[in-house]
């Protein structure tokens, strides 16, 4: 079983950066799996912003996010990054870790095999 852990929220005002991380607790390797981050705002369903494929060379992002924020990943450290710059009060939502077994363009869809527990990204006007 892959359990995910999401850690690097936070409080930052607009135009600020932070840096998600999604670290792998239980031992096992994500190197085979495509990565995912998502999010979810109050009173919105949870939707996709970034995935990446288990060998980094490979990305999606939504196109409200493309230039801010960047996905990468260290299969050596078994963790995903998502470092987040000019952050809008728009970006305020959960953000969500997530693991699928088959590739990253399937993930965009949202049908992880494994879910984080989420991490709170809010974002001052």
């Known amino acids: 079983q892959v359990q995910l852990v999401e850690s690097g929220g936070g409080l930052v005002q607009a135009g600020g950066s932070l840096r998600l991380s999604c670290a792998e607790a239980s031992g096992r390797t994500i190197g085979g799996y495509a990565m995912g981050w998502f999010r979810q705002a109050p009173g919105k369903e949870r939707g996709f912003v970034a995935t990446?494929?288990?060998?980094?060379?490979?990305?999606y992002y939504q196109d409200s996010v493309k230039g801010r924020f960047t996905v990468s990943r260290n299969n050596a450290k078994n963790t995903v990054y998502l470092q987040m710059n000019n952050l809008k009060p728009e970006d305020t939502a959960v953000y969500y870790c997530a693991a699928e077994g088959t590739s990253a363009s399937r993930l965009r869809t949202g049908d992880a095999d494994y879910w984080g527990q989420g991490t709170q990204v809010t974002v001052s006007s």
């Open positions: 990446i494929s288990g060998s980094g060379g490979i990305t």
